[in-house]
């Protein structure tokens, strides 16, 4: 389904859809009451939204738009893509699987036609996994069920959550720390794969929703409880040891993911420094990017909970660590809260409403 007040627009989509037979687009909408009405009656995998039309916007529509989609995949297509990171944030935190800038009229072309397929095509998942994140791979035709082998989960506290997702992950990330009470105060390390111009937004974003405090991390800065710290977008979030205290360290070095940042040196880190104590999840995301890094934390005798098939964007990062058995918990976000309270011997998962 195409969603946007500009008729050009809507043409041109349909346009550059017609040569892929793989796309076959079901219903066009020019304000968002329209394609809310026609998601009533059409069955959609993919949404293509725009963000500024008039009466109700992208953002207010979005999250009805995914519930009356009943799992269809959303991706922004907005010119609000290109002028605003926070606009992007917001859009994924509500959701959306990815975003696409829109290009003024007359610029249609090359990069913008490419990069359409490309990411209608990964969100889609009419494509063969990938090693790397820079490849497709399926996301959401009807699951074929995996065997699972859980590993025995672990006891005692957590003394530091590390967190790795991409595609998806923003979703994700809402959920779990919705129901993640203020109680549970680990120092929490989160790599999202996301432009480092977007960090800032991203950090704020996290603030908002996680109720804690978040930044983008800076070099030799302490890990305090409670906080929340997101790799910045060019850069690994590692540590080092100072007067035996763990102390953020940024890395460049290539990882073997090839993604910029990485979720295993972080893992890698997380492993060294914590051990039993570490407790890892994993995401919604394209790859396999955190498998090498969550074997770590399990021969470090840390433990990993990754999310589950049902509802991720895309099952390739947690179903490569939960598809190697290295996870103890496969789950939704909010299940992978629940593990959490667990392990730090809490009771409640909702925070009251005054909080």
Not at 58 to 84: C, K, N, Q, W, Y
Not at 227 to 248: E, N, W, Y
Request: glycine share 10%; charged share 20%; hydrophobic share 45%.
């Amino acid at each position: 389904m195409i969603v946007d007040d500009s008729i050009v627009a809507r043409s041109v989509f349909q346009t550059i859809l017609a040569p892929h037979p793989e796309f076959q687009i079901v219903a066009t909408a020019s304000t968002a009451d329209q394609a809310l009405s026609q998601l009533d009656a059409t069955t959609v995998d993919v949404v293509l939204l725009d963000l500024a039309m008039p009466g109700m916007d992208g953002f207010t529509a979005l999250p009805e738009i995914i519930r009356r989609g009943d799992g269809a995949r959303v991706l922004i297509v907005s010119a609000s893509a290109g002028t605003g990171a926070d606009a992007c944030v917001r859009a994924l935190t509500l959701g959306a699987a990815d975003t696409l800038e829109k290009p003024s009229a007359g610029s249609f072309g090359g990069n913008f036609r490419e990069g359409l397929i490309d990411k209608l095509r990964r969100i889609g998942g009419d494509t063969h996994l990938a090693e790397r994140d820079d490849h497709p791979e399926p996301a959401r035709a009807a699951p074929l069920p995996v065997p699972i082998a859980l590993r025995p989960p672990v006891a005692g506290r957590i003394d530091c959550l590390a967190i790795g997702a991409s595609t998806g992950g923003l979703h994700a990330l809402s959920e779990l720390f919705a129901a993640l009470p203020p109680e549970c105060d680990a120092p929490i390390l989160i790599t999202q794969h996301l432009p480092a111009s977007f960090m800032p937004y991203f950090a704020a974003q996290m603030t908002e929703i996680a109720g804690r405090p978040a930044a983008v991390a800076r070099d030799g800065i302490n890990l305090l409880p409670g906080q929340i710290l997101v790799a910045p977008g060019d850069a690994h979030l590692t540590l080092r040891s100072i007067g035996g205290l763990p102390r953020v360290l940024l890395n460049h070095d290539p990882a073997p993911s090839g993604c910029l940042p990485s979720v295993d040196p972080m893992l890698d880190a997380v492993a060294e420094h914590f051990q039993e104590r570490a407790f890892a999840v994993i995401l919604s995301g394209m790859g396999r990017d955190g498998s090498i890094g969550a074997r770590r934390i399990v021969e470090s005798g840390g433990e990993i909970a990754a999310q589950d098939q049902v509802s991720s964007v895309i099952w390739g990062m947690p179903g490569s660590v939960a598809s190697a058995g290295l996870a103890s918990t496969v789950a939704s976000p909010t299940g992978i809260a629940t593990r959490i309270v667990e392990r730090m011997g809490g009771r409640s998962l909702r925070r009251p409403p005054w909080k």
